[in-house]
């Protein structure tokens, strides 16, 4: 059995490496791969514990799958253990991962860079966790991660994180404001240069600007090669035609490949200073050196090579034998083989183009390479630079160059891939900028330029080599002291190029001599002159022949001179000379200057007096003088007689010389100034010539010969007297210079002193004197031991000079200068000799002696560098320092000078952020100079900062006195400035920075002794004032930020601050501002605390976790210790409180809404507070808050203006995102609960508390919604809100929620409801000219004035809404009002005019225009899902125009996708009604119109006016559901058994509205008998009979088909039989016995039968008369039929008679519909047969229309009468408003349509049509169907009332024609019967079946088509459909495909014998199939002249 044991403490913590699961084995723990777990306790092989992320459940899983982690607790979770950037960078890649998805939902365009920047992390991450990084790879990967970290942070948006120079976060905490905010700015900086970064290369730290250099690698050389070479390359001045730098040798042989340097082709060019880089031509020379025979030896191994040396490797054994053919020297190897350097090529390449775009510059160099020929190589290289006569050039060598900045230290840590230890070095031939004192050199560089020799025993010239050697005193070689160039070892002897057969060569080849210093003096050089032969054994016989030397040092001990040096060359007469004395040369002249016309010879060697040598010298030495005067005054002791002209001529001494000798030199003159005979004479010439050494060392080129001068002055210099003639010369130089000076005859000053002159420049390196003068004190002391007093005397005597000299009337300005600007170094050094008060005493009287601006720059320089002197850290000196400082920082900033105040830098900033305006440029992109005024800020900016630094210092002594100096002379300086500013320039942050720094040190004893000091001068006020405006202004979101909004860290550290400050000056305020009370002050108090309180960067509650957690760690939430101290300033005031309320309303409420509990609970109560505070308020202005309590009368006894500022501020804030639902509650439960407490207050507190909360609900919801993407939920919710305010009687906000309302209708295009909403702002006003108050205006119509003018603009905004939503009626109502306005109130004719006739326009469309009536739905919103204004409620909504069933169902998916479409009307249960799911239940219900329409009833009038009301001004509405109930008795599909459910829905206001939809507030369902639907559909029938003969006696041009059918139908039924199965069910004496209450219905029944006699004998008789000859057969059938019906009828129930007479039902009407220029002769018959029109199937309401041959009146009569859900229409009203445009263009004026007036189809389901649907199917089968039915015919003519028929002949003709796609033809022969609907229904099924309405049938299209022209063009290009065979297909026997499916039929023939079928194309076809089922769109009408719409 296992023993379990708790685990390690160490190994309590794990990750897991691979996913475990074994569910079907107990106690086992489920683990993914990367799961943190922690273990409890352990086995052997396995681990029990749980997972971090789920604790609650426990288990075992096994150790081999977990990872043990070193780890650490915070805030109670485990974490891993890592180092600090490791745990940064995971944070960052959390933070990121969520934006980083968010970019890439939205396709933001920097997803891509965020993503490289987050695997860049990572990568770094995993990196630093592996642990195989060394410490400096380490530091690299951390800062290279922190870059990244903060360029994304910035791309992102992020705060920016503030660094040390490590890359660790700052601790922000551990310094002051000033140095936070510096730290921003570099931060800032850091990030701009991390993202300027292109490559790895960048290196954070300063490179040394004086250095460059250049890094060349040799890559490959082209070209023919017999013989190795020598390269040697070089930097070439070609302005002055001398090289730069040493050579660097390359050694090339035969085979093309370098050798010896195959690793190391590279070398570094040096010390280049500006100088060099700015010469106009800089070039890269390789002089090519042929090492072999005197002529080129062609060999079959020549050839052309083309060696690349990266990738040409030489194996050991190649590498040896190619150098054995070259020896160290150049010269004869120990072989003695035959070697002569000859000149090869030279080439070049320019490189000033890549030195001044360096950074631009990247790859290879190819340098053109040319011959030499004959010619020399410094020949050669001047044709190839002069590119004279080169020819064509066709080699090369490819070489890398490579700029790089920086002293070889840094190139070599930066670059060492570049720069490595091999890699050889090329100096400058000569000092580079600035030369180090550690750069010791003793580099002679000798060029031999040319010779002449003349001819001796020879009859051509000479093949001259020089050989060069060093020599020492007896004559012997100096071995290794020669060096041809870099990357070639020393040699001991350099051998000449060797020009053929030239007496007069010109080598110019340079080499280093580097001798060392102790044999330099003793050393010389030789040159040994050899004629070479070209033939290898003749040369070997040669000796040389002449000989010359040069001495390195001269007699006078100075080196040899720069410059060129002729040489004698002495013949050697080898027989004589003797060779065992090496240096017998030496006593003869070297240089031709020397011999002076004799002729010098010694043993052996004898003058040649023709011939000559000439070489150059180049000496760098650090250590050896070629300058005389220099000698003779460090020998100064030998030769006291010259020691005057020695110290004057040092000032003529190079810069270079002195800095060498600077110690030895300074030596000599301090030893003069101590030990000289004449001190008159002497020492003030010493005294200067030490300034001049100073002066030396000072300047920029030798300035790191300072620090010499430091180490001489405090370990070498050891002269103990000298401070005293020092100080002596220094006293007398003053006195001198500050003596009256003679004056001119006119007054004026002669020209600048001598005297003057000395004193500027013994003040200007005062500092390094009175060093001296120190340490010779100090020394002296340490000697003597001596009292101090005599020199603490001459010191202040001293002092006091300084002091006489700033008050001397004479123009000492450049001396006063130069001593402010060492003040502070001489300072410093005198605080070891010299009492630091009194010093400081005396720096105080210096400063103030300066008169007003007088070198006002310069005194604040010094301040400056005082404050970071040693000195000023001394508390007790600070003490007398700072308040001198502090009032010159102020008089400074406050001077008024031209050009110099604030306001004339604020202006100088403005005037160029216009000028980057205009220029489209950033500000900071243009060129400016820095102002006086600007560059005067900075410098005060600077002190104040780095004295803030200071102060904040814990080393420093204590600082609370210093603090309050700075506080009581700066704060209200810096507060000014900061203010007068733009917030554009740079500079106000730096002030911003400065005030906190201020505050951040100010403790309660500060702001006491401030106040008081601020009080005595009666400025509290106005300081109090300003600077709370101050802390609004940082904080306000409105104002632009001081510092930016990613300054996380500042922000914080500034709200601390501001805090502090807040509490400090809240008892300063409650102490000086409440007795006598400040209303002002008290309200800035509230005004900038709040806002402080409300900023973003405080809403911890809005931050990610991440940046929550870190505000939390450094700053806390400082929140709630703003609202205490709001709330314990607000009880305060006690009696003032009143003077706050409404005013603080919405502050405290915007504070109090922050989602934080404790300060929730806090400040509700003052709410409460204001309620009382205004209840008890006096109604009489004189009394106070206070006097109301011993006077109840005076109560206010209300709280009117708290409640009305609390409900407009409720809504503001909450629509701006802020309170929530918690801050709801506990606004209730925390006002209840104080309401119900107060006697007074309990019954309108609680009322008033209950409004709010319930206000605060319906906001809350609104604003959840208002996002919403469901229109119609956010119009609720906006109409619900204005309710609201209508309720409570605020007139403002329910006007601004009109307009809102009102606005998003017209968003959606919904007019008629904008018009609706908009009329409810129009109520609100009177038709009077009063004054319209600030709460009725309007913004849409800001120029009325009055109640009259903006209700009249008003009612034509509603007009135009009521116009567009075609709503023509409602404008018609508006338009009466307006016009009795204008005709009986202010007589305004011409707008009367101007109105009725808009009113006559509107009259006109109700007829003309085609219009679709409004179908309504049932909605019914199911479950917790919705939000809570839909929960399980019902609403009836308003459809969109044309939209069927299935296209509404579809939208309320798209609005609400989370929900499920119920299938069934049943009543859900709880299951669904409380889940939290969402569920919709749609179905179509019918409006019942409104009562008082009643007036239409029997009154002959147009359809499209009565059709208006039938669906508009409603507010019930039904539906129907059909059932079978067996009780009736018979079959269950019998006629007594099928019944109705009826449901009537009333809504809470009529449609349509202010809103599309409604909801339900009362329903009731009740059953419809079969007996009372019988009676409905009877009573139905005979209405749509009558309605059918006044249509076709108004219009006779009507086509009698509708009526056919109708009549064919009831006559005949056929298969639905009629009313004869009414019969048969309840007209038997069975039915009345069982149902006896039934009585009077079988008697209305019996009448409504009876009453169809008399109709249908009309009709039958127009039918006669309207019917053609191919229906003369069914009129003679149906003529049968009815005489026996109408015999039946009259037996049975009597006779009836009938209001409609043949004769006098008459009902023309003129054409006044009729456009201009409409002739009756254009009207044409169409010639396009008709299919079946199914109006006899549709239940129909047939009202007479006007007479008029107008296609558009006709098509608005079609088009209304088939409206349908819009599952009929294809397109959305976008695309009929499109269509409507291109209708509107086309016109058919000769076509005449033969149609039946399409009638309103409604769906009421008491009004069911089953039996007149049957009927009309039996009439159409037994007419058209069947042996008696012919074949049918097709109407081919034109058809007009004045012309007959067309023949039988040509009809067949026509109908012989092939058919086109264009005009197809189809005959049906058969048509199948039809059920009736209402036994086929389901009673559950959502659509339902009361009628059949639009959307079930509707009549086949019919085909426009043009007499004059055809164009089928366009076909395919409309959204058309065959809709026109759906009817046919569903009457058919048989079906014909082709006829179903065809897509591009446009016209349909169907005839008969009998009569003919026409079809047009502005029919739209309703299918009488299910609705569910998909159905092709339907084809449009083409378009009338006039149309404006066609479905």
């Known amino acids: 059995m296992s023993v379990w044991s708790d685990c390690n403490a160490k190994q309590a913590f794990g990750i897991a490496k691979c996913n475990f699961d074994q569910e079907n084995k107990p106690h086992r723990l489920n683990l993914d791969v990367g799961d943190a777990v922690i273990i409890l306790k352990e086995t052997t092989h396995w681990y029990y514990g749980y997972r971090q992320k789920a604790k609650e459940t426990r288990g075992i899983f096994p150790k081999t799958y977990i990872h043990l982690c070193e780890y650490t607790i915070v805030n109670g979770e485990f974490c891993i253990q ?507 002249p070297s240089t031709t200057a020397e011999i002076q016309g004799a002729k010098p010879s010694i043993g052996g060697l004898s003058l040649l007096p023709k011939d000559h040598l000439s070489i150059g010298v180049n000496l760098c030495s650090t250590k050896l003088t070629q300058s005389v005067s220099l000698l003779g005054l460090l020998n100064w002791s030998a030769h006291k007689e010259t020691l005057e002209q020695s110290l004057k001529a040092l000032t003529l001494v190079p810069g270079e010389e002195v800095v060498k000798f600077l110690q030895d030199i300074l030596d ?594 609104y604003r959840f919604i208002i996002q919403d993407e469901s229109k119609e939920n956010r119009m609720a919710c906006t109409f619900s809100l204005l309710q609201f305010y209508s309720d409570v009687d605020l007139k403002e906000m329910y006007i601004r929620y009109v307009y809102k309302l009102c606005a998003l209708h017209m968003e959606f295009e919904n007019y008629t409801e904008a018009a609706f909403t908009l009329k409810l702002h129009a109520n609100l006003l009177r038709w009077t000219d009063m004054e319209l108050s600030p709460q009725l205006r309007s913004s849409k119509h800001n120029v009325c004035r009055t109640h009259r003018q903006l209700k009249e603009a008003l009612y034509f905004d509603i007009m135009d809404y009521f116009d567009k939503g075609k709503q023509w009626e409602c404008a018609i109502d508006m338009c009466k009002v307006l016009a009795r306005q204008y005709e009986e109130e202010i007589y305004d004719y011409i707008k009367l005019a101007e109105l009725l006739k808009r009113m006559a326009q509107f009259f006109e469309k109700i007829l003309k225009e085609l219009r679709h009536s409004s179908e309504y739905f049932r909605v019914c919103f199911y479950g917790r899902g919705f939000p809570r204004l839909l929960q399980n409620k019902v609403y009836i909504f308003r459809g969109k125009e044309y939209e069927r069933h299935s296209d509404f169902c579809t939208r309320m998916l798209v609005q609400h996708p989370q929900a499920e479409l119920m299938q069934t009307l049943e009543a859900p249960g709880e299951d669904i009604t409380n889940s939290d799911g969402q569920y919709i239940q749609v179905n179509k219900v019918e409006p019942i119109m409104n009562p008082d329409c009643a007036k239409f009833n029997d009154k002959i009038i147009s359809n499209e006016i009565v059709k208006y009301f039938t669906a508009n001004n409603v507010q019930k509405f039904q539906f129907s559901r059909p059932f079978r109930d067996s009780s009736g008795g018979g079959h269950m599909d019998d006629v007594r058994n099928l019944w109705l459910e009826r449901t009537e829905l009333l809504a809470s206001f009529p449609l349509p509205g202010v809103l599309r939809w409604f909801p339900v507030v009362e329903t009731n369902t009740f059953k419809i008998s079969p007996l009372e639907r019988a009676v409905e559909i009877m009573r139905d029938t005979n209405r749509d009979v009558r309605q059918l003969v006044i249509l076709h006696r108004s219009d006779e041009t009507l086509h009698i088909n509708p009526l056919t059918m109708k009549l064919n139908g009831i006559v005949d039924p056929a298969v639905m039989g009629g009313f004869a199965k009414y019969e048969e069910a309840f007209l038997v004496e069975e039915y009345l016995e069982q149902n006896p209450d039934d009585k009077e219905l079988v008697e209305e029944l019996k009448d409504l039968i009876a009453l169809q006699i008399p109709l249908l004998e009309i009709a039958i008789q127009l039918h006669r008369q309207r019917a053609p000859e191919s229906l003369k057969a069914l009129q003679e059938h149906l003529e049968k039929c009815f005489s026996d019906m109408k015999r039946h009828v009259e037996t049975q129930y009597g006779e009836k008679t009938c209001d409609l007479k043949i004769d006098s039902v008459v009902m023309r009407r003129t054409n006044s519909f009729l456009p201009a220029g409409f002739d009756g002769s254009y009207n044409r018959h169409s010639e396009t047969s008709m299919g079946s029109s199914d109006s006899g199937l549709s239940k129909s309401t047939f009202l007479p229309r006007p007479q008029t041959n107008s296609i558009k009146s006709t098509l608005a009569s079609l088009s209304f009468n088939t409206s349908s859900k819009g599952k009929d229409k294809d397109k959305t009203p976008a695309k009929r408003r499109s269509m409507k445009k291109d209708r509107d263009a086309l016109s058919l004026p000769s076509s005449q349509w033969y149609t039946p007036p399409l009638t309103t189809i409604t769906s009421t389901p008491e009004k069911e049509i089953n039996t007149s649907i049957a009927s009309l199917a039996s009439a159409s089968n037994s007419s058209l169907s069947g042996p008696k039915t012919p074949d049918p015919h097709v109407l081919t003519e034109e058809l007009t009332p004045k012309r007959p028929l067309r023949s039988e002949k040509e009809k067949e003709r026509r109908l012989s024609r092939p058919s086109s796609i264009a005009t197809p033809t189809a005959s049906i022969k058969n048509f199948p019967d039809t059920r009736s609907l209402s036994e086929s229904s389901n009673r559950n099924s959502v659509e339902t079946t009361d009628s059949t309405s639009e959307e079930d049938i509707r009549p086949p299209p019919l085909p426009a088509k043009s007499r004059d022209s055809t164009d089928f063009s366009s076909l395919h290009s409309m959204d058309w459909a065959p809709n026109g065979y759906a009817l046919l297909s569903q009457m058919s026997n048989t079906s014909s495909s082709s006829m179903s499916t065809t897509t591009t039929l446009t016209k349909t023939s169907i005839t008969n014998t009998t009569y003919e079928y026409l079809q047009a194309t502005n029919f739209s076809v309703v299918n009488a199939i299910d609705g569910s089922k998909p159905r092709p769109p339907t084809p449009p009408p083409k378009p009338s002249r006039h149309s404006k719409h066609i479905p």
Not at 294 to 301: A, N
Not at 402 to 422: A, S
Not at 872 to 882: E, N, V, W
């Open 668 to 1261: 000599a003159l301090f030893n003069i100034l101590v030990e000289n005979d004449d001190p008159e004479k002497y020492d003030q010439l010493v005294f200067m010539s030490i300034i001049y050494l100073i002066e030396t060392v000072s300047d920029l080129k030798y300035q790191h010969f300072l620090t010499v001068l430091d180490v001489y002055i405090n370990e070498s210099f050891s002269f103990t007297l000298a401070y005293t003639k020092l100080m002596d010369v220094l006293q007398k130089n003053i006195r001198e210079a500050i003596s009256p000076k003679e004056k001119s005859a006119d007054g004026n000053n002669l020209e600048e002193s001598l005297e003057v002159r000395r004193l500027y420049k013994t003040t200007r390196y005062l500092h390094y004197v009175m060093k001296f003068v120190i340490r010779s004190r100090l020394l002296y002391t340490e000697m003597n031991c001596n009292s101090e007093l005599d020199f603490a005397s001459r010191l202040q005597e001293l002092l006091r000079m300084f002091i006489d000299m700033i008050g001397c009337p004479s123009n000492l300005l450049k001396s006063e200068g130069a001593l402010l600007k060492n003040l502070h170094i001489i300072a410093t050094d005198l605080m070891q000799v010299f009492d630091q008060e009194p010093l400081s005493v005396s720096i105080v009287e210096i400063l103030e002696k300066f008169p007003p601006r007088r070198l006002t720059q310069s005194k604040m320089g010094c301040i400056k560098d005082f404050v970071d002197t040693k000195l000023f850290t001394l508390p007790k000196c600070r003490a007398i320092l700072l308040p001198v400082f502090c009032k010159h920082i102020k008089d400074h900033l406050e001077s008024k000078e031209e050009g110099d105040s604030k306001t004339d830098i604020w202006q100088q900033e403005k005037n160029l952020s216009k000028a980057a305006k205009v220029l489209g440029q950033k500000k900071s992109q243009l060129h400016t100079c820095d102002t006086t005024a600007n560059k005067k800020i900075t410098e005060c900016i600077n002190i104040m900062n780095n004295i803030l630094k200071l102060l904040f210092r814990s080393d420093v002594g204590p600082t609370h006195n210093d603090i309050r100096d700075v506080m009581i002379i700066l704060l209200r300086t810096v507060m000014k400035a900061a203010q007068a500013l733009d917030r554009d320039t740079g500079l106000v942050g730096k002030f911003f920075a400065i005030m906190l720094g201020i505050l951040q040190r100010m403790d309660a004893q500060h702001y006491e002794y401030f106040v008081k000091d601020l009080h005595q001068h009666g400025e509290l006020k106005v300081f109090v004032t300003e600077i709370l405006l101050t802390f609004e202004q940082l904080v306000s979101p409105i104002q632009k930020a001081v510092f930016p909004r990613d300054w996380m860290d500042m922000i914080m550290h500034q709200n601390t601050v501001i805090l502090g400050a807040l509490q400090h000056l809240a008892v300063v305020i409650t102490d000086y501002f409440l007795c006598p009370f400040e209303k002002q002050i008290w309200s800035n108090f509230f005004q900038c605390s709040i806002a402080f309180l409300v900023q973003s960067p405080l809403q911890l509650n809005d931050f990610n976790d991440n940046k929550r957690q870190i505000v939390f760690a450094r700053y806390r939430d400082i929140r709630k210790d703003t609202a205490m101290e709001i709330r314990k300033m607000w009880f305060q005031l006690g009696q003032h409180k009143p003077k706050f309320v409404p005013q603080l309303v919405e502050p405290i409420l915007e504070m109090s809404m922050i989602p934080e509990i404790d300060l929730r609970r806090e400040t509700i109560p003052i709410f409460f507070d204001m309620m009382q505070c205004e209840y008890y308020s006096s109604r009489l202005e004189l009394e106070s808050y206070g006097d109301t309590k011993f006077n109840n009368a005076h109560h206010k006894g209300n709280f009117s203006d708290f409640k009305t500022a609390m409900i407009e501020k409720l809504d503001i804030l909450i629509g701006a995102g802020k309170g929530d639902a918690e801050y709801k509650k506990l606004f209730e439960e925390i006002m209840l609960e104080r309401c119900a407490a107060h006697s007074t207050l309990n019954v309108d507190g609680t009322a008033f508390v209950q409004m709010v909360t319930r206000l605060m609900d319906k906001l809350l919801e």
């Open 82 to 588: 890592r180092s600090d950037i490791v745990e940064e960078i995971t944070k960052v890649l959390l933070e990121w991962g969520s934006i980083a998805k968010s970019y890439f939902l939205t396709t933001n365009p920097s997803f891509s860079r965020i993503r490289r920047k987050m695997n860049e992390l990572n990568n770094n991450r995993a990196a630093l966790i592996s642990g195989n990084l060394p410490l400096d790879e380490i530091r690299k990967v951390k800062l290279l991660a922190t870059n990244q970290i903060d360029t994304g942070n910035k791309l992102l948006g992020l705060d920016m994180v503030v660094r040390d120079e490590s890359g660790d976060i700052l601790d922000t905490n551990a310094i002051c404001t000033t140095e936070l905010y510096e730290q921003h700015v570099h931060a800032v900086q850091r990030i701009e240069k991390a993202n300027r970064l292109t490559s790895d290369r960048g290196t954070t730290r300063t490179l040394n600007k004086y250095s460059h250099n250049i890094l060349l690698h040799v890559n490959a050389f082209v070209c023919k090669f017999q013989e190795d070479s020598d390269l040697l390359f070089c930097l070439f001045d070609g302005e002055n035609h001398k090289p730069i730098s040493e050579n660097y040798v390359v050694k090339w042989s035969r085979t093309g490949a370098a050798l010896e340097q195959i690793d190391n082709n590279r070398v570094l060019f040096t010390d280049l200073s500006k100088s060099d880089l700015a010469i106009s031509k800089m070039y890269l020379v390789c002089y090519a050196i042929r090492i072999g025979s005197m002529e080129f030896k062609e060999s079959v191994e020549s050839k052309r090579t083309s060696i690349s040396m990266a990738n040409t490797m030489l194996n050991a054994s190649s590498r040896k034998a190619s150098q054995l053919s070259v020896s160290s020297s150049g010269s004869s190897g120990s072989t003695g083989e035959y070697v002569i350097r000859r000149p090869f090529g030279v080439a070049c390449k320019d490189l000033t183009p890549i030195i001044n775009n360096a950074d631009d510059f990247r790859g290879n160099l190819d340098l053109p390479f040319i011959m030499c020929d004959k010619d020399t190589l410094d020949g050669t290289l001047r044709k190839l630079i002069g590119n004279k006569d080169i020819g064509k050039i066709d080699s090369k060598m490819a070489v890398t160059i490579e700029v790089l900045r920086g002293d070889i230290k840094q190139i070599k840590e930066d670059f060492p891939r570049l720069v490595h230890t091999n890699v050889p070095v090329a100096r400058k031939m000569g000092f580079p900028e600035v030369i180090l004192p550690g750069d010791v050199r003793n580099d002679l560089y000798l060029t031999i330029c040319s010779g002449e020799f003349s001819r001796i025993a020879k009859t051509s010239e000479k093949n001259v080599e020089v050989s060069v050697c060093v020599a020492n005193e007896q004559g012997y070689l100096v071995p290794g002291v020669l060096s041809i160039g870099a990357g070639h070892p020393p040699i001991d002897e350099y051998k000449s190029v060797v020009y053929y057969h030239d007496d007069k060569p010109k080598w110019q080849e340079t080499f280093k001599i580097h001798v060392p210093i102790e044999d330099f003096k003793q050393c010389h050089l030789r040159f040994v002159l050899k004629h070479r032969s070209s033939n290898e054994q003749k040369d070997r016989s040669e000796k040389p022949f002449g000989l010359a030397y040069m001495r390195l040092m001269q007699a006078n001990g100075t080196t040899i001179p720069q410059g060129q040096h002729i040489l004698a060359v002495y013949k050697i007469d080898h027989k004589k000379y003797d060779k065992t004395v090496a240096n017998c040369y030496l006593e003869l």
